[in-house]
């Protein structure tokens, strides 16, 4: 069973770059059976995916974040990382990994890490 | 983007007693190609990442209680919970995963009567 879990700063500063990662055991990050996606959930608030890579390295992320946002795989540790640049206090949120068979629905989830942009 | 609304925002019921939730879709998650419903239900508990409980629209996950059950096609879905635990307060969200972006129903907060 496949199982993440998120690491990284817990507050960046405005105008700077967010750098999250996610480290998977009991799966590969170089297995075509998954997708590999960042979600987060602002305090209070509801959800919203933010983008998803695959083993190939084929990226897909959300129009809303798209000029910020970058996806990467690092095979060689198993892990696949979130990076967002220009941060303001809207990016404060819990930021989750989540994995997703192809044409299917995310499954399982990180625990989530919650970040603050502050100054 | 396919935009997800659920109803109603908040929910009330009674413990042994039917909680209802409905999400529309502003376009169909219906494939033509498979005839499935691209449509995923979660839970999620305070302090905890969503955990999946349907998936097109009507499969339950592997140990999901028989009492959480979904239906609809095309956009319009329902999830019931047919005899309300205490363990099922939570806040539920659809989600469509039929195109990208993937987008979420902004959530129905269900409480005990």
């Known amino acids: 069973q496949v199982q993440l879990q998120e690491s990284g700063p817990g507050l960046v500063k405005p105008s700077e770059t967010l750098s999250l990662t996610c480290s998977v055991s009991g799966g590969s990050v170089s297995s075509a059976s998954y997708y590999w996606n960042w979600i987060r959930q602002p305090p209070g608030k509801g959800l919203e995916w933010i983008g998803y890579?695959?083993?190939?390295?084929?990226?897909k992320y959300n129009p809303s974040l798209k000029s910020r946002v970058t996806i990467s795989l690092d095979t060689s540790k198993n892990q696949f990382s979130l990076k967002l640049s220009s941060v303001t206090a809207a990016d404060t949120a819990v930021y989750y990994c989540a994995s997703k068979i192809p044409s299917g629905w995310f499954d399982p989830w990180g625990q989530g890490t919650p970040v603050t942009v502050s100054s | 983007d396919i935009v997800m609304t659920q109803s109603p925002d908040s929910l009330a019921v009674s413990l042994g007693e039917r909680a209802t939730i409905n999400c529309k879709s502003s376009?169909?998650?219906?494939?033509?190609?498979?005839?499935?419903?691209?449509l995923a239900w979660y839970q999620q508990k305070p302090g905890q990442p969503p955990k999946v409980l349907l998936y097109w629209a009507s499969t339950p996950e592997s140990g999901v209680p028989d009492r959480f059950s979904g239906s609809g096609s095309g956009t319009d879905f329902t999830l019931t919970i047919s005899s309300l635990q205490a363990e099922d307060v939570a806040v539920y969200y659809c989600q469509q995963y039929y195109s990208t972006p993937y987008t979420f129903g902004q959530g129905t907060k269900l409480e005990i009567k």
């Open positions: 376009q169909s998650v219906l494939s033509s190609s498979n005839n499935k419903n691209y």
């Open positions: 890579i695959y083993y190939s390295g084929t990226t």
